[in-house]
């Protein structure tokens, strides 16, 4: 039950078996938007009780994830806290008394069917069309502590033979649940199966138990998490009742979807494949030998990610697009998280790169760029990047795009671009153009509206064009008749080079046709 006074309390609860989805990371961002504004505390709890789908190197892939992303975690498995500890592997020792406490109270039992028995009664059923599910018409049929006398029960634990502690799921009732985005729910257990909550084997318990206990033992009070758990919620209600924790359960909200970017279903790595865009916020190395590309190898920036996935199933109700974290922070609202899936825009995530990249410093910019700058074998301060990357960066949607459209600033170039020859290396603008570098020469060149105003004097005075001037000019400068602002080129790279740019143009390229 959800009440004002409690203090909110909230967790992400990924199993690790595998990269994190940015469906997770979207689960994640949401529980943290939602602490953050209600002054409470955000939690990150490894359930890894599932042995046959761990995945080593997971849990450490969601931690530097959730870093990245700059979602902070105030308890949880890195730090520890109260309820240490946050991997469910280490509370290994609680749940079975919480396993057993349901047996007593006849809220669970004992089951002690083999696999291979119960793999015969699903094909049984299967040949006669139907589907098997163990629950009530089956539990005081088969090998249970329902149907089994007390003393036998007690034997074939003494001996030690495998038993798993099933759910009791009440017969024909509505479970009345509610969720803060999809409203009130009431599904009829008849529906339902006798879920195994403990297992001998590994004295391990399910997700279900283990989800339910450590909820109740950390206090939390809201459960935030995706779609594919609404089926479980009546069981989570039930298991509430069963324990007598009513009072504190949790309010529940079931997130909506990520969806392809065309059609139906979810988003899956497939669709990130096929497309070309990734799935994961983190570059993904499986222990396979595979590995699936990430946002932050990619070149976005943390904000514009976590700004695109923020928009991903919510809306603030106005135009407003870009939010800082703190901005998220204030203006989050679960229950304006919508019900229906959020289909994912791959050119809407690069728009939001594109927005971050144009308002990140320069200076900044430079120092992201400086390892590619450097693959690329050039020698350049970052004082001198930032002043290149100023001119350019209204342009750019990556890191790489930003060296991509300035490389030309630090290296002469060699080769000159066909199209842009034919139309404008005429011996009548070569002519002028060397009329221009007399100008140039003549000129300090330090500042580009100056040496605008003064070309442009000079163009206009002998009645020539400007257009067929300056991008002849251009050609000669930057190989290419289009780029940046040509007199800011002249400024960054100075008298000599352009000089030196405008003779090997001709020397190149002779005195046109
Ligand atoms: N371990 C579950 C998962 O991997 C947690 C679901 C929940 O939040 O209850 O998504």
């Known amino acids: 039950m959800s009440d004002n006074t409690r203090r909110v309390r909230v967790r992400f609860a990924p199993s690790p078996t595998g990269a994190l989805h940015i469906g997770g990371v979207r689960t994640a961002l949401y529980n943290y938007l939602f602490a953050r504004q209600h002054g409470g505390d955000f939690i990150l709890r490894i359930e890894d009780t599932d042995s046959q789908r761990f995945v080593p190197g997971a849990e450490a892939y969601i931690i530097e994830s959730l870093k990245w992303c700059g979602i902070e975690t105030d308890e949880g498995v890195e730090q520890g806290g109260p309820h240490a500890p946050y991997r469910q592997s280490e509370r290994k020792d609680i749940y079975l008394k919480y396993a057993k406490q349901l047996v007593d109270n006849g809220w669970a039992y004992y089951a002690f069917d083999s696999a291979e028995e119960l793999?015969?009664?699903?094909?049984?059923?299967?040949?006669?069309?139907?589907?098997?599910?163990?629950?009530?018409?089956?539990?005081?049929?088969?090998?249970?502590?329902?149907?089994?006398?007390?003393?036998e029960v007690?034997?074939?634990?003494?001996?030690?033979?495998?038993w798993v502690i099933r759910f009791k799921m009440p017969e024909n009732e509505d479970v009345q649940m509610d969720d803060i985005i999809r409203g009130h729910i009431s599904i009829n257990t008849s529906t339902l199966d006798d879920k195994v909550l403990y297992k001998s084997a590994d004295q391990l318990p399910t997700y279900h138990l283990a989800n339910i206990v450590d909820d109740h033992l950390m206090e939390i009070s809201h459960v935030i998490r995706g779609e594919e758990w609404l089926p479980s919620l009546p069981l989570h209600y039930l298991l509430y009742r069963a324990f007598g924790w009513e009072e504190t359960r949790p309010a529940f909200a079931h997130l909506p979807l990520l969806l392809k970017p065309q059609g139906q279903g979810k988003l899956s790595k497939r669709d990130g494949d096929k497309f070309g865009f990734p799935v994961f916020p983190l570059l993904w190395n499986a222990p396979d030998g595979s590995s699936a590309m990430g946002y932050r190898e990619e070149g976005y920036?943390?904000?514009?990610?976590?700004?695109?996935?923020?928009?991903?199933?919510?809306?603030?109700?106005?135009?407003?697009?870009?939010?800082?974290?703190?901005?998220?922070?204030?203006?989050?609202?679960l229950e304006k998280v919508s019900k229906a899936g959020a289909r994912f825009n791959p050119d809407k995530a690069k728009w939001f790169n594109a927005q971050?990249?144009?308002?990140?410093?320069?200076?900044?910019?430079?120092?992201?760029?400086?390892?590619?700058?450097?693959?690329?074998?050039?020698d350049v301060t970052e004082e001198r990047a930032a002043q290149a990357i100023s001119l350019i960066k209204e342009r750019a949607t990556f890191p790489r795009d930003l060296v991509d459209l300035t490389e030309k600033l630090f290296i002469r170039p060699t080769a000159y671009d066909e199209k842009?020859?034919?139309?404008?290396?005429?011996?009548?603008?070569?002519?002028?153009?060397?009329?221009?570098?007399?100008?140039?020469?003549?000129?300090?060149?330090?500042?580009?509206?100056?040496?605008?105003?003064?070309?442009?004097?000079?163009?206009?005075?002998?009645?020539?064009?400007?257009?067929?001037?300056?991008?002849?000019?251009?050609?000669?400068?930057?190989?290419?008749?289009?780029?940046?602002?040509?007199?800011?080129?002249?400024?960054?790279?100075?008298?000599d080079e352009t000089l030196a740019r405008i003779d090997a143009a001709a020397a190149t390229l002779g005195q046109g046709a």
């Open 119 to 151: 793999d015969n009664m699903r094909k049984e059923a299967e040949s006669e069309g139907k589907t098997f599910a163990y629950d009530q018409s089956v539990r005081t049929k088969l090998k249970t502590s329902l149907a089994l006398p007390q003393d």
């Open 154 to 162: 007690n034997e074939r634990i003494a001996r030690g033979d495998q």
């Open 301 to 333: 920036l943390p904000q514009a990610f976590i700004n695109m996935l923020a928009l991903l199933g919510w809306n603030p109700g106005t135009e407003q697009e870009i939010f800082s974290m703190d901005e998220l922070i204030k203006a989050f609202n």
């Open 356 to 378: 971050y990249l144009r308002t990140t410093p320069d200076a900044e910019l430079a120092k992201m760029t400086a390892p590619i700058y450097a693959e690329r074998g050039i």
């Open 420 to 495: 842009s020859v034919n139309k404008f290396w005429k011996s009548d603008n070569v002519s002028k153009l060397m009329q221009l570098r007399d100008i140039l020469a003549a000129d300090e060149l330090t500042d580009p509206a100056r040496s605008e105003a003064k070309a442009h004097d000079w163009v206009v005075g002998n009645g020539y064009s400007m257009g067929q001037i300056m991008n002849t000019l251009r050609l000669a400068i930057w190989g290419v008749s289009q780029g940046p602002s040509i007199f800011h080129i002249l400024v960054f790279i100075g008298k």
